[in-house]
Nanobody, 122 residues
Framework: QVQLVESGGGLVQAGGSLRLSCVAS????????MGWYRQAPGKQRELVTS???????NYIDSVKGRFTISRDNAKNTVYLEMNSLKPEDTAVYYC????????????????WGQGTLVTVSS
């Protein structure tokens, strides 16, 4: 069973920083794209940033220059460094990855983490 586990969320004041981590575990043969989504109260889940297996990144405009995504392929881990946090960044942050697992080596699966809450106070 492949799973993603996020950590690093918490309460921070506006202007502060947090670093989220997401580790993939289980029978993993390969990981393609990885990304971070967030869902604020009363809003739809949105893609915040993504990174390809080769390291190419994309960000939504509202976090450009403040957030940085990175990954360590040897550790099956993706990170999200969040700086200059704003109250509007408050949300549950979810890790997402496209994974090829040993249980089904012929089909890529989209896997989600359970989410970690980030709260930014003003």
């Amino acid at each position: 069973q492949v799973q993603l586990v996020e950590s690093g969320g918490g309460l921070v004041q506006a202007g502060g920083s947090l670093r989220l981590s997401c580790v993939a575990s289980g029978s993993i043969l390969n990981i393609n794209g990885m990304g971070w989504y967030r869902q604020a109260p009363g809003k739809q889940r949105e893609l915040v940033t993504s990174i390809t297996s080769g390291g190419r990144t994309n960000y939504i405009d509202s976090v450009k220059g403040r957030f940085t995504i990175s990954r360590d392929n040897a550790k099956n881990t993706v990170y999200l460094e969040m700086n200059s946090l704003k109250p509007e960044d408050t949300a549950v942050y979810y890790c997402n990855a496209e994974i090829l697992s040993g249980s089904n080596p012929f089909r890529w699966r989209e896997v989600w983490g359970q989410g970690t809450l980030v709260t930014v106070s003003s």
